[in-house]
């Protein structure tokens, strides 16, 4: 990789923004004559990939086929798959895994044969695995290929503000990054926004701190069409202990044979569905939800028990959770693990086709940040990591033929004498009180009446911080200019104030999907319409303040 100052070329065949599977496998899938610009928030390898444990989703074993996958994937979405879209996942599965292995991921093998585990809602064992990390040695293998690409220029600490849009035609043809002390605007044929999800718009998540929804908010300001935002999907095991993070406690525990019971010892589960612990996660994370409402007296919490898992076994597959759960003061050889649900993962996102064009020619969308269809209104375990892989694969055929984009203008530098301090500390102020807010507003349970008071709320949110200084930074286009900042506390403040811009949209979007649709589906749960009905297996899109249903592809 090209050891490149920031901003030492503005100039880009292509912009991948975000550095999970995703992004990191887009930038190796692009054509290596391509010069491209790989932009992260943080270092190369944050990000919500880098936090996935269970694995990932192939059917590759002798017993098992792409079909099974298939019915597997369209059960859990709960009616709202497109099934062109999963099809296209499954059949293409294999390879992706013989390229990941090809590339140097260690997956866990079985003699000569790559391990499989069962996860819930799986019909076959087809989940393959790195011990406990499976996403780290993904992103570990990926990250070290990208270093090793000359036409690759890394921006490190750099923050997307907004998408540069030709007013001429409505092609995209760059982003604005908050980097080294500078907002600069860079130029490009081809935008990809892989920048994970938005779990942070929630108080209890196992998303990591950089999963604030960015890359929907971009293309949603930016008049990209975006879909299925009220399906969230709330993992059912994630750790609750006080002072600790929500460290996600893997599937694969449930699937390699832990049980789920509550404080009296009673594996409850199986009183609210067949499968008991290995019911959809929707199902399951419902079930802990309406148990601790229904029986107070079992405080705030449930447990996994590892007990019927062989001691060895846990030590070999589950290392990091041991380790995990060791430094917060739990011996899981010897007592449960006390777990409760949190926001896990984002169905919905950016409308895309299968070769993952948005609605805005020249901006592209991948992974948790993209609608592909895939995942309906319940995600199927381990195929998230999949669909980067498999999507960010069709970006080899991405052809910028006949794209141009304007001459750049004029860079005006501009001193910034305001502070953002008191700006800066107000959006911190907002960002807690608004994850609370949606917790209890747009979490396990919905109701019309808790959603319309919410929106309510985000929307004063919003017109409070439209009139703050930094608004003229993330509420404009390239007519922004370029500008160098004062400080480096300054370009904190500022990026403070970009997130909540950031979670105070996604968060909107999440409430009026939410309002809009009076049915219960998936992840989406309204106690006042409990009922799933068939007229509502359409997807829900959102462009501007417009809402409309579209069939579900077929």
């Given amino acids: 990789m090209s050891a490149l ?13 975000g550095t999970g599977a995703a992004g990191l496998y887009a930038a190796l899938c692009l054509p290596e004559s391509w010069r491209v610009a790989l932009v992260t928030k943080e270092s190369l390898r944050t990000g919500a990939s880098e936090w996935a444990q269970g694995g990932i989703a192939a059917a590759i074993a002798p017993d098992d086929s792409p079909s099974f996958h298939l019915e597997d994937t369209l059960k859990a979405g709960a009616g709202l798959c497109d099934r062109a879209a999963v099809e296209f996942l499954v059949e293409n599965a294999p390879t992706a895994i013989h390229r990941l292995v090809d590339l140097g991921v260690a997956f866990d093998r079985k003699q000569e044969s790559l391990a499989l585990t069962l996860e819930a809602a799986h019909s076959h064992p087809r989940v393959l695995h790195a011990a406990d990390t499976t996403g780290r040695a993904i992103v570990a293998t990926l990250a070290e290929r990208v270093l090793q690409r000359p036409n690759l220029q890394v921006f490190s600490e ?21 980097c080294n002390g500078k907002i600069e605007w860079i130029r490009a044929a081809a935008v990809i926004l892989a920048t994970g999800g938005g779990g942070q718009v929630y108080s209890q998540t196992t998303n990591p701190a950089v999963s604030t929804g960015d890359g929907v908010a971009l293309a949603w300001r930016a008049g990209a069409k975006v879909r299925d935002l009220e399906f969230f999907q709330f993992h059912p095991t994630a750790l609750t202990r006080p002072g600790a993070p929500h460290f996600l406690i893997s599937e694969a525990v449930r699937g390699e044979g ?3 019971i509550d404080a009296r010892g009673h594996r409850f589960a199986f009183d609210y569905h067949p499968k008991g612990e290995l019911a959809p996660r929707d199902i399951v994370s419902r079930a802990i939800f309406n148990h601790l409402e229904r029986n107070s007296e079992l405080g705030d919490c449930v447990y996994l028990d590892l007990q019927p898992i062989a001691r060895d076994r846990i030590r070999y597959r589950f290392p990091n959770i041991i380790q995990v759960c060791q430094h917060w003061g739990i011996d899981l050889f010897n007592e449960p693990i006390p777990v409760a649900p949190a926001a896990h993962y984002w169905m919905g996102g950016i409308a895309v086709d299968l070769n993952n064009q948005t609605s805005i020619p020249g901006l592209y969308a991948i992974g948790e940040t993209a609608s592909t269809g895939v995942h309906g209104a319940n995600r199927l375990a381990s195929n998230s990591l999949l669909e980067c892989i498999v999507y960010a694969a069709q970006l080899a055929h991405l052809d910028l033929h006949g794209a141009t984009i304007a001459a750049e203008t004029e860079a005006v530098p501009e001193c910034d004498r305001e502070s953002y301090e008191t700006t800066a500390q107000r959006a911190c102020e907002i960002r807690e009180q608004l994850q609370a807010l949606m917790w209890y507003s747009a979490g396990i349970l919905r109701s019309q009446p808790v959603l319309e008071d919410a929106i309510a709320k985000v929307e004063a949110w919003k017109a409070e911080v439209s009139k703050s200084p930094a608004s003229r930074y993330f509420l404009a286009s390239r007519a922004s200019q370029n500008a160098r900042l004062e400080s480096p506390v300054a370009e904190a403040n500022l990026r403070a104030c970009g997130e909540v811009f950031n979670l105070l949209d996604i968060a909107a979007l999440i409430l009026k999907s939410a309002a809009w649709r009076k049915e219960s589906r998936g992840g989406h749960y309204r106690s006042d319409f409990p009922e799933t009905h068939p007229e509502g297996a359409v997807h829900t899109l959102v462009e501007g303040d417009r809402f409309w249903n579209e069939p579900v592809r077929g």
């Fill in 5 to 17: 100052n920031p901003f030492s070329s503005t100039q880009f065949d292509a912009i991948a923004i």
């Fill in 158 to 178: 750099a923050f997307a503000i907004g998408l540069w849009i030709n007013p001429e035609n409505g092609r995209c043809q760059g982003v604005g990054l908050l």
């Fill in 258 to 260: 832990a049980h789920l």
